[in-house]
């Protein structure tokens, strides 16, 4: 699975959008792109996932450079319950390997009021 | 649709005691994960379920084990707890289709006194 390079903490102010970058120079064609998140003490979830497009859901937009290498994820209008560690997961599809969606560091994101 | 749901939601046991922790997957999700999260640490795989087998398990001691049920919900068994235990202990579940996103639970929290 490619690596990833995230900004280990990250600010930004209560109802501002949140840009939070993501470096996978690695990636290969057929390689996902996954965003997860985990607030303190609680299960990571799941945001969003991209392949070659930009993707938008309830929750966020991921938007994916032309070239691969690069993504961001942007909460449009951050809360404060928006604070939490955001995970940036690069890795094929193996039908049946799931668990080894592997967790780095992630990115710290603090909402301030 | 509900979540992926664990209980308890805490769990105090002894040295040497058996803990019993219960995962239900996300309605048609057919793979069940277990990972362990100990303080200021990263996920560590524990146990992959699916179709009620053991499909593979993480660099864990035997006295970690666990089982699937038919309706797919799992069971995670830690006999013999030692102080090292005390832990995060999350579920999640998946689809086997791509791209295979988990889905987690908010966990149970074990401590080993």
């Known amino acids: 699975d490619a690596k990833t390079t995230q900004p280990p903490s990250m600010d930004c102010a209560e109802g501002r959008a949140a840009n939070l970058p993501c470096n996978h120079s690695?990636?290969?064609?057929?390689?996902?792109v996954y965003w997860y998140r985990q607030i303190h003490s609680q299960g990571p979830q799941y945001i969003i996932h991209?392949?070659?497009n930009n993707e938008t859901n309830e929750m966020a937009s991921l938007i994916i450079t032309e070239d691969r290498k690069s993504s961001t994820l942007i909460l449009p209008h951050a809360t404060l319950r928006d604070t939490a560690v955001y995970y940036c997961?690069?890795?094929?599809?193996?039908?049946?390997?799931?668990?080894?969606?592997?967790f780095g560091k992630g990115t710290l994101l603090t909402v301030n009021p | 649709e509900a979540g992926v749901t664990q209980s308890p939601t805490h769990l105090i046991k002894t040295r040497g005691q058996q803990a019993t922790l219960r995962c239900s997957p996300i309605s048609g999700h057919t793979s069940v994960y277990w990972y362990q999260q100990a303080l200021g640490l990263g996920l560590q795989f524990l146990l992959w379920?699916?179709?009620?087998?053991?499909?593979n398990r993480g660099n864990f001691p035997p006295r970690f084990s666990g089982r699937q049920f038919p309706n797919y919900s799992s069971e995670l068994n830690v006999n013999a707890l030692e102080l090292e235990d005390s832990a995060l202990y999350l579920c999640?579940?998946?689809?086997?289709?791509?791209?295979?996103?988990?889905?987690f639970g908010e966990g149970s929290r074990l401590t080993v006194l």
């Open positions: 997961i690069v890795r094929v599809y193996s039908g049946g390997s799931n668990y080894k969606l592997t």
């Open positions: 991209g392949l070659k």
């Open positions: 379920y699916d179709e009620g087998e053991e499909r």
């Open positions: 999640a579940s998946s689809w086997e289709l791509p791209p295979g996103e988990l889905f």
């Open positions: 690695t990636i290969s064609g057929n390689e996902y």
